[in-house]
């Protein structure tokens, strides 16, 4: 087994660094502070990323994306997070589901995303359908050429700057192992179609200036046109998709918490109590000890999930774990770090409170660790027929 990275991966991790540091970095505690991303900057970080050839770097060559395997996507996800996402969503991954995207809709919403001249959201979540995406209640009905879409979704992230959302809709009911299911459906909605209103949501801890937005759908006509995939298989398109961005979640868990134990590293060898540097008390440097081994567990772990994906070998169990153990190790890496800066943790006079903060959405986001720990235990139990 080979674990070393070549050297197009080292390219790649240093042109991502330099562009973290130069581009991003520098506004990340103002945009926190205010809670906000100025349209020039957000215009700013697109264009630039579009410059460096990192914009759509998820999306296949074919469509002018970055053509990158699933693991070179991963390191560039890990250094993309040690800004808040605040920032680098503006080094935009459209969704993958666009390419579904046929006829006129590829001309129309997936290559301008690539492009960089479209924003997409994904809109699934509901109040009432989180964990259980297969809840969802909003419906869209058939009316001759168009659908009409009715229902609400909350939670959904950029809709502020989208052109366009990917919303999922009940279009039906099948009977599957003896019980009736939605058959969902898959469509793209711009923004100012009528009938569609979207405001923002609730002010959120983790990523301040990276806003969800809640969708009212009152007799909103769609063309059927937009439907996005085939009628009735929209859990097809988004599954598919949902799982490899576990893998990125995971890649951007390791990113975080690699930043938060470079800062209490240093910390810890000039921060001087009693007379010595706090890291020579065992109780302080286990804590770094702990850290760098449940980061290295988790980079080799995530890194080694996304090198199965390329390969076709990955299945929802090992995407789910690299999302759960990340995430967890970002948490206790976190939190290890608030401790070891101790009250100066808690200041936002530096960025460890926020780092703490932003790593609380990983454990819930893109499927919550229970539920990561249901895939996983279903696909052990699978071939006894008992999960
Ligand atoms: C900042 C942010 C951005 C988001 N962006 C998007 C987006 O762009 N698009 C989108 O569609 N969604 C988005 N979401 C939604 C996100 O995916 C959901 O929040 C997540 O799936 C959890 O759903 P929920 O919040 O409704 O929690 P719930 O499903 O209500 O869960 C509450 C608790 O119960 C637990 N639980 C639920 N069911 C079970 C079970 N069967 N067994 C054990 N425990 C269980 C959960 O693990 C959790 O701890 C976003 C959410 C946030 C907070």
């Given at each position: 087994?080979?674990?070393?990275?070549?050297h197009?991966h080292?390219?790649?991790i240093s042109?991502?660094?330099?562009f973290v540091e130069?581009?991003?970095?520098?506004?990340?505690a103002?945009?926190?502070a205010?809670?906000c991303?100025p349209?020039?900057?957000a215009?700013?970080?697109?264009d630039?990323a579009l410059?460096?050839g990192?914009?759509a770097f998820?999306?296949?060559?074919?469509?002018?994306?970055?053509?990158?395997?699933?693991?070179s996507q991963?390191l560039?996800?890990r250094?993309l997070s040690k800004?808040s996402?605040?920032?680098h969503?503006?080094v935009?991954?459209?969704?993958?589901?666009?390419m579904?995207?046929?006829d006129?809709?590829?001309?129309?919403y997936l290559?301008?995303?690539?492009?960089g001249?479209?924003?997409d959201c994904?809109?699934l979540?509901?109040?009432?359908?989180?964990s259980d995406?297969?809840g969802?209640?909003?419906k869209a009905?058939?009316?001759?050429?168009d659908?009409?879409?009715?229902g609400?979704?909350h939670?959904?992230s950029?809709a502020?700057h989208?052109?366009?959302?990917?919303?999922?809709?009940?279009?039906?009911t099948?009977?599957q192992?003896g019980?009736q299911?939605n058959?969902?459906?898959?469509?793209l909605v711009?923004?100012g179609?009528?009938?569609?209103?979207?405001?923002?949501?609730?002010?959120?801890?983790?990523?301040?200036g990276y806003?969800?937005?809640?969708l009212?759908?009152d007799?909103?006509?769609?063309?059927a046109?937009?439907?996005l995939?085939e009628?009735?298989?929209g859990w097809?398109?988004a599954?598919?998709w949902?799982t490899?961005g576990?893998?990125?979640?995971?890649?951007?868990?390791?990113g975080q918490?690699?930043?938060a134990?470079?800062f209490?590293?240093e910390?810890c060898?000039n921060?001087s109590q009693?007379?010595?540097?706090?890291?020579k008390?065992q109780?302080?440097s286990?804590?770094?000890?702990?850290m760098?081994?449940?980061i290295?567990?988790?980079d080799l772990?995530t890194?080694?999930?996304?090198?199965?994906?390329?390969k076709?070998?990955m299945?929802?169990?090992?995407a789910?774990?690299?999302?759960?153990f990340?995430?967890?190790v970002l948490?206790?890496?976190?939190?290890?770090?608030?401790?070891?800066?101790g009250?100066?943790?808690?200041?936002?006079e530096l960025?460890?409170?926020r780092?703490?903060?932003?790593a609380r959405?990983e454990?819930i986001w893109?499927?919550t660790?229970e539920?990561?720990?249901?895939i996983i235990?279903r696909?052990?139990?699978?071939?006894?027929e008992?999960?």
């Amino acid at each position: 087994m080979n674990f070393e990275l070549t050297h197009e991966h080292e390219m790649l991790i240093s042109t991502v660094q330099a562009f973290v540091e130069k581009e991003l970095l520098p506004y990340e505690a103002e945009v926190d502070a205010n809670d906000c991303v100025p349209p020039e900057l957000a215009q700013q970080i697109r264009d630039k990323a579009l410059a460096a050839g990192l914009y759509a770097f998820n999306m296949p060559e074919e469509v002018g994306g970055g053509g990158l395997d699933y693991l070179s996507q991963a390191l560039i996800e890990r250094e993309l997070s040690k800004v808040s996402w605040a920032l680098h969503v503006f080094v935009a991954r459209p969704s993958k589901i666009l390419m579904a995207c046929r006829d006129t809709q590829i001309q129309d919403y997936l290559l301008p995303c690539v492009r960089g001249e479209k924003i997409d959201c994904f809109a699934l979540t509901e109040p009432d359908a989180g964990s259980d995406a297969a809840g969802i209640k909003t419906k869209a009905v058939r009316d001759g050429d168009d659908f009409i879409i009715n229902g609400s979704k909350h939670f959904i992230s950029h809709a502020g700057h989208a052109d366009f959302a990917i919303v999922f809709a009940v279009t039906g009911t099948s009977e599957q192992n003896g019980r009736q299911r939605n058959e969902v459906t898959a469509f793209l909605v711009d923004k100012g179609t009528e009938g569609m209103v979207i405001q923002r949501g609730p002010k959120c801890v983790s990523n301040r200036g990276y806003h969800t937005n809640e969708l009212f759908f009152d007799d909103c006509r769609v063309p059927a046109a937009n439907v996005l995939g085939e009628i009735g298989k929209g859990w097809i398109v988004a599954n598919e998709w949902l799982t490899a961005g576990r893998v990125m979640v995971a890649a951007n868990c390791v990113g975080q918490a690699q930043r938060a134990m470079d800062f209490s590293v240093e910390w810890c060898a000039n921060r001087s109590q009693f007379g010595k540097p706090i890291g020579k008390y065992q109780g302080v440097s286990f804590k770094l000890a702990d850290m760098a081994t449940g980061i290295k567990a988790a980079d080799l772990l995530t890194l080694n999930t996304a090198w199965q994906m390329d390969k076709g070998t990955m299945s929802d169990g090992d995407a789910g774990m690299a999302k759960l153990f990340a995430s967890e190790v970002l948490a206790k890496t976190t939190d290890d770090a608030v401790q070891i800066f101790g009250g100066m943790g808690l200041m936002d006079e530096l960025p460890i409170e926020r780092m703490w903060r932003n790593a609380r959405i990983e454990r819930i986001w893109e499927g919550t660790s229970e539920i990561q720990r249901h895939i996983i235990s279903r696909e052990l139990l699978r071939p006894f027929e008992a999960q």
